[in-house]
């Protein structure tokens, strides 16, 4: 075995101390999505967008990255290992993971808001780090337009979803941290996982997906990496 895909959401960062999105108590119980996460939502008000992803870096900047996405990292001692995220924050790179694909976005970056959504090429130049300061109503970028976080909005296009397909698509296992897959296009990107490629899923909840290749790990994810590295 020489390639892993680790397909990743909230729950890995959930020990962390950063909340998921839909479990009981979750972010999405607390404010709408579509108020603060969407393409119209920020047409609407981008300042109410600007200060919830505001948040968000503020609480990051308070928390570590745990068990999880410290033995993720290690598994690169080993393996060539691609970690492909569901989740804007940056835990998976401070625990160590080199290759990290962030499906949705990253919340320590922004761009200008007339860039387009294809933040690959191009348009990446024009995408950069602010850490965990606050960004508000009249931050401009160099070309003059107001500054929008560098997050995929519900309502727009995954452009990472092709690489991420490629790298599914070539590995020897995958490996699925705590997400409901219930977002798509992510939801579906086992899927394309090789035939003979065993696919373990660590999540507490049970979860029951058609597919006799995958196992689940009903713990968090903590544990769930710790079992599963024995096995490896
Ligand atoms: P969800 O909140 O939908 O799902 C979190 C999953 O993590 C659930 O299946 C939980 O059972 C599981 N979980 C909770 N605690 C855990 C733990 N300690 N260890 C392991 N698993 C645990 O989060 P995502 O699936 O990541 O998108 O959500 C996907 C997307 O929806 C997010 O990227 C975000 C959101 O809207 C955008 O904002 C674009």
Redesign the pocket.
């Known amino acids: 075995m020489n390639r892993i895909a680790v397909l990743?959401?909230?729950?890995?960062s959930?020990?962390s101390g950063l909340?998921?999105?839909?479990?009981n108590g979750?972010?999405?119980d607390n404010y709408d999505?579509m108020e603060v996460?969407s393409a119209e939502g920020w047409a609407r008000n981008p300042g109410k967008v600007l200060e919830f992803y505001n948040m968000q870096r503020r609480h990051l900047r308070e928390v570590q990255p745990n068990q999880?996405h410290r033995l993720i990292a290690e598994l690169e001692k080993k393996y060539r290992v691609d970690v492909i995220?569901?989740?804007?924050d940056n835990l998976h790179e401070r625990a160590g993971s080199t290759h990290v694909v962030h499906?949705?976005?990253e919340v320590t970056k922004v761009r200008p808001e007339n860039s387009c959504n294809d933040f690959d090429g191009f348009s990446e130049k024009l995408v950069f780090d602010v850490g965990y300061d606050p960004v508000v109503l009249g931050d401009k970028a160099p070309n003059g337009a107001q500054l929008r976080p560098h997050?995929?909005?519900?309502g727009e296009a995954v452009p990472k979803m092709e690489q991420a397909i490629d790298l599914v698509s070539r590995a020897d296992m995958v490996i699925i941290?705590?997400?409901?897959?219930?977002?798509y296009p992510?939801?579906s990107l086992y899927r394309y996982a090789r035939g003979e490629a065993p696919i373990w899923l660590?999540?507490?909840?049970p979860?029951s997906l058609h597919d006799p290749r995958i196992r689940q790990l009903q713990?968090?994810?903590?544990?769930?990496m710790k079992e599963l590295c024995e096995k490896l």
């Open positions: 990743t959401g909230a729950g890995v959930a020990e909340g998921t999105y839909r479990d979750g972010l999405w999505p996460a999880a995220t569901q989740n804007v499906l949705h976005g997050i995929v909005f519900f941290v705590g997400t409901s897959l219930s977002v992510a939801a660590i999540d507490p909840k979860v713990t968090v994810a903590t544990e769930g």
